[in-house]
Nanobody
Framework: QLQLVESGGGSVQSGGSLRLSCAAT????????MGWFRQAPGKEREGVAT???????SYADSVKGRFTISRDNAKNTLYLQMNSLKPEDTAMYYC????????????????????WGKGTLVTISS
């Protein structure tokens, strides 16, 4: 069983940066498509950024140019570097993994992801 634990959330002002981490245990993530998803209060969960086993990435239009997803398979860890943060980025951020989807498929199919972390809260103040 793959277990995922997010960290790095917090409260920052608009324009600031945060780096989220997702530490995986149980299985190696090298063969998994990994992704970050978020859910703001009163809104549906949405894909933020995904990365497949080959390193291909996909991003939501709202975060392109500001967020960067990366993975360190040796550390079994997924990252999300978030720059130029905006109040509308405020949400609970979740790490997820799937064995078979591409990054593009995963970005728009959160419900199909196999494994999920419990989330880390990101709050951006104006």
């Amino acid at each position: 069983q793959l277990q995922l634990v997010e960290s790095g959330g917090g409260s920052v002002q608009s324009g600031g940066s945060l780096r989220l981490s997702c530490a995986a245990t149980g299985y190696t993530i090298s063969r998994y498509c990994m992704g970050w998803f978020r859910q703001a209060p009163g809104k549906e969960r949405e894909g933020v950024a995904t990365i497949n086993s080959g390193g291909g990435t996909s991003y939501a239009d709202s975060v392109k140019g500001r967020f960067t997803i990366s993975r360190d398979n040796a550390k079994n860890t997924l990252y999300l570097q978030m720059n130029s943060l905006k109040p509308e980025d405020t949400a609970m951020y979740y790490c997820a993994a799937d064995r078979w989807m591409t990054s593009a498929q995963a970005l728009n199919n959160a419900d199909a992801m196999d494994y999920w972390g419990k989330g880390t809260l990101v709050t951006i103040s104006s």
